[in-house]
Each structure stands twice: as C-alpha cells, then as structure tokens.
C-alpha cells in the first residue's frame, strides 16, 4: 500500500515541477507587479512540492528495504532538482527592466496555458489521492468490523456449543433420574405388598394360635 501512495504522490510532485522550472525564464521576461506575483506563485508551489516530498518520505517507512533504496535515490534527486530550481529563481534579476521581444506574448500565453494545465492535472492527482486515501480507510474500518464480527460470531457458537453440552449433560441425569425413580416406585410396591402378606400370614398365625389356645384350655379345663 505505501509502494501505491509512494507512486500517487511522485505523479503530484513531477506535475508541480513541470509547472515550477518554467517559471524562471518567465521571471525574465516580465517585470514589476507580473514578477512579484509570479514569485510569489512560485514560493507557494515550492512550498508544496516540499510538502509532497515530506509526504513521499514518510512513506517510505512500511516499504521493503530493496524497493526502499531506489525511492531515496529518487528522493534525493527530487530535492536536489528542487534546490537548484530555487536558487536559479533567487539569482534571476529581478530588477531587470527588459521588456519582451516580439513575439513573447506569444509564447506567454502559451506558457500559461499549459501551467493551467499542469495545476488541473495536479488537482485532479490531489482529488484522486484524497479519494484513494479516504477508500483504503473505508476498507480497513471494513475489514475490522469484519474480522470483530466473525470473531463476535465464533465466541456465540462456542458458547451454545458450551451450553448444548450442559443441557445434553442435564436431560441425561433427568433420565437417569427417572429411571432410578421408576425402580424406586417399583421396589416400594414390591415391599409394600409383601409388607401386606406379611401383615395377613401374621394375623392368620395368630388367629391360629388363639384357637388352639382356646381348644387346650378348653380340653383341660372344661371338659371333665
């Protein structure tokens, strides 16, 4: 990504150079107020020239070092051209009171026409990289409420993952408990029955007992 914004920006810088060193044969050939504005028109151009090379040089931090070695070089060369474009407009006379030969308005006019035309294409390149600026941080914000989602979305389906275990854990001792419940029942029946014949055997023991209590008592004492 920075080998591309490295690029955009080298495109900008190369269209305001194009516009910059035509400036210091304009200088010579105009005088009093047109000199002053057009120095002043190259001081703010130098100005962001400048400003694209600072921009070119932090970009080269995430680049890998073999492609690394080649933007310095163009670095260097880009401020090295720049310096030498400033001074040649320091050391233009300015006090110069020549006045265009024939046929220079000519060329004038179509020296401005063509620096119209280098500033449209650099507001273009300038708008195309803000546009591709503000659509690479579209795509990482993206990118990261995707990638939080997809993680939002892993954690719930371990978590019911986590809870369907608990409940098929929890429906496993409901039946276990009601098998043990089931056996409980029958085993109190069971008891409970031979509680009750038990009950019955006795009385009849006893019954049993009484009549042949009553019958010795009965042979022994009353019958003579």
């Known amino acids: 990504m920075s080998s591309e914004e490295f690029e955009k920006l080298q495109e900008i810088f190369k269209s305001l150079y194009d516009e910059l060193k035509l400036m210091p044969d304009r200088l010579l050939k105009c005088q009093g107020e047109e000199k002053k504005r057009l120095v002043r028109t190259f001081d703010e151009r130098h100005g962001e020239a400048v400003e694209v090379l600072q921009g070119m040089e932090q970009e080269l931090v995430g680049v890998p070092s073999s492609y690394r070695n080649t933007m310095s070089t163009k670095l260097r060369l880009y401020r090295r051209d720049l310096g030498k474009l400033q001074r040649e407009v320091k050391s233009s006379d300015l006090s ?70 608990q409940l098929d ?6 039946v276990n408990t009601g098998e043990n419940l089931s056996r409980s029942r029958k085993i109190l029946r069971a008891m409970s029955r031979r509680l009750m014949t038990n009950k019955l055997l006795l009385s009849v023991i006893i019954l049993m007992e009484l009549v042949i209590l009553g019958a010795v008592v009965y042979l022994k004492f009353f019958r003579k």
């Open 96 to 165: 110069s009171s020549t006045r265009p030969a024939e046929g220079a308005y000519g060329i004038y006019s179509s020296q401005n026409e063509h620096s119209t035309q280098l500033q449209s294409q650099r507001v273009l390149l300038l708008q195309g990289h803000e546009h591709l600026h503000n659509a690479s941080q579209s795509i990482e914000r993206s990118q990261r409420i995707a990638a939080e989602t997809d993680q939002i979305g892993v954690d719930i389906i371990e978590e019911l993952g986590e809870q369907r275990e």
């Open 169 to 174: 854990r929890t429906r496993d001792r409901l």
